[in-house]
């Protein structure tokens, strides 16, 4: 069965500092990847996606992620944090076989400080 | 403007009601979704449709019913054996079912007292 683990439930910056959220996944076949990212009593908006193409992913509003198959990592990072960046962030995978529909970790929560 | 709509945004029933959220997609895709959102706990599949006439049970299905009678419609009915109702439950929909991204809309925060 897919999974994916986010370490960290809140990660903390300072305005203008490296962002760096963690996810780990599970998968018995390659994964399509995915990072979402979602505003207070919102829905979830798609920040970009890996789809076994290139393996440096860039997305919107800055982010990107790097997809390591040996570290089974999907690690999303954006060089200079915005205060607008403050939101929670999931990352998803979904397998070619069996189940299909996206699996979520846990999600984290990005704080930005002035 | 193309998206997926939830209906209502803000939802207040008492212990022991069923209560129908409403979820519609104009977006033509086949594939549609029902998540589950707690804090701490990301979101969680209660049902999936692939297609039309045909729905299948996510993870925590339990409680819970939908019907897809219609390709733009996908409701879910929390029914009064659902132990813990009170949640943010999102809708998805995405092109087809296999490895696409899923589309949101803004959610439906259920509360029962």
Same mark, same amino acid.
């Given at each position: 069965?897919?999974?994916?683990?986010?370490?960290?439930?809140?990660?903390?910056?300072?305005?203008?500092?490296?962002?760096?959220?963690?996810? @780990?996944?599970?998968?018995?076949?390659?994964?399509?990847?995915?990072?979402?990212?979602?505003?207070?009593?919102?829905?979830?908006?798609?920040?970009?996606?890996?789809?076994?193409?290139?393996?440096?992913?860039?997305?919107?509003?800055?982010?990107?992620?790097?997809?390591?198959?040996?570290?089974?990592?999907?690690?999303?990072?954006?060089?200079?944090?915005?205060?607008?960046?403050?939101?929670?962030?999931?990352?998803?995978?979904?397998? @070619?076989?069996?189940?299909?529909?996206?699996?979520?970790?846990?999600?984290?929560?990005?704080?930005?400080q002035p | 403007d193309?998206?997926?709509?939830?209906?209502?945004?803000?939802?207040?029933?008492?212990?022991?009601?069923?209560?129908?959220?409403?979820?519609?997609?104009?977006?033509?895709?086949?594939?549609?979704?029902?998540?589950?959102q707690d804090p701490?706990?990301?979101?969680?599949?209660?049902?999936?449709?692939?297609?039309? @006439?045909?729905?299948?049970?996510?993870?925590?299905?339990?409680?819970?019913?939908?019907?897809?009678?219609?390709?733009?419609?996908?409701?879910?009915?929390?029914?009064?054996?659902?132990? @813990?109702?009170?949640?943010?439950?999102?809708?998805?929909?995405?092109?087809?079912?296999?490895?696409?991204?899923?589309?949101?809309?803004?959610?439906?925060?259920?509360?029962?007292?």
């Amino acid at each position: 069965a897919q999974s994916v683990t986010q370490l960290g439930s809140h990660v903390s910056v300072s305005e203008g500092a490296l962002v760096l959220l963690r996810c @780990n996944y599970s998968s018995s076949v390659p994964p399509y990847l995915f990072w979402y990212v979602q505003y207070p009593n919102q829905g979830l908006q798609l920040l970009l996606k890996y789809t076994s193409a290139a393996t440096l992913v860039k997305g919107i509003n800055g982010f990107e992620a790097e997809f390591k198959k040996s570290e089974t990592s999907f690690h999303l990072t954006k060089p200079s944090a915005h205060m607008s960046d403050a939101a929670e962030y999931f990352c998803a995978v979904s397998g @070619n076989t069996g189940r299909r529909a996206l699996t979520f970790g846990s999600g984290t929560r990005l704080q930005v400080q002035p | 403007d193309g998206g997926i709509t939830q209906s209502p945004k803000y939802l207040f029933r008492k212990e022991g009601q069923n209560v129908t959220l409403s979820c519609e997609q104009n977006l033509n895709h086949d594939a549609m979704y029902w998540y589950r959102q707690d804090p701490g706990q990301g979101l969680r599949l209660i049902y999936y449709s692939q297609i039309v @006439n045909d729905f299948q049970k996510g993870d925590i299905a339990e409680g819970y019913s939908v019907s897809r009678e219609k390709k733009e419609s996908f409701p879910l009915t929390v029914t009064s054996a659902q132990k @813990n109702p009170t949640a943010f439950y999102l809708c998805a929909s995405s092109i087809a079912f296999m490895n696409t991204e899923a589309f949101f809309g803004q959610g439906t925060r259920l509360t029962v007292v």
